[in-house]
């Protein structure tokens, strides 16, 4: 099994920064592709970033492009996602995913970390 733990969520001013943690543990390896999903009240669960071990796959969704940084520290089983530049579009739940490949479907979710963004 494969456990993921999300921290870092808050509180924020619009045009701040925040840097989610997503730890994972149990059976992952270093080559699972890794992600971030968000969800706001009311909506559906958003894709937002993911990347594979290499990081050559990364993909960024358009809405985040350029302002979010996803990346891992693999000798801590950690994955990361710096958020610059945040608007209040920005505000939900964020959830860091796991997969095995890249054509899988996301296999491993962690349990959540609100962000909140203050206009």
């Known amino acids: 099994q494969v456990q993921l733990v999300e921290s870092g969520g808050g509180l924020v001013q619009a045009g701040g920064s925040l840097r989610l943690s997503c730890a994972a543990s149990g059976r992952i390896l270093s080559s699972f592709v890794m992600g971030w999903f968000r969800q706001a009240p009311g909506k559906e669960r958003e894709f937002v970033v993911s990347?594979?071990?290499?990081?050559?796959?990364?993909v960024y969704a358009e809405s985040v492009k350029g302002r979010f940084t996803i990346s891992r520290d693999t000798a801590k089983n950690t994955v990361y996602l710096q958020m610059n530049s945040l608007k209040p579009e920005d505000a939900a739940v964020y959830y860091c995913?796991?997969?095995?490949?890249?054509?899988?479907?996301?296999?491993?979710w962690g349990q959540g970390t609100q962000v909140t963004v203050s206009s």
């Open positions: 990347n594979d071990w290499s990081g050559t796959y990364t």
């Open positions: 995913a796991a997969k095995i490949t890249l054509n899988s479907r996301w296999n491993y």
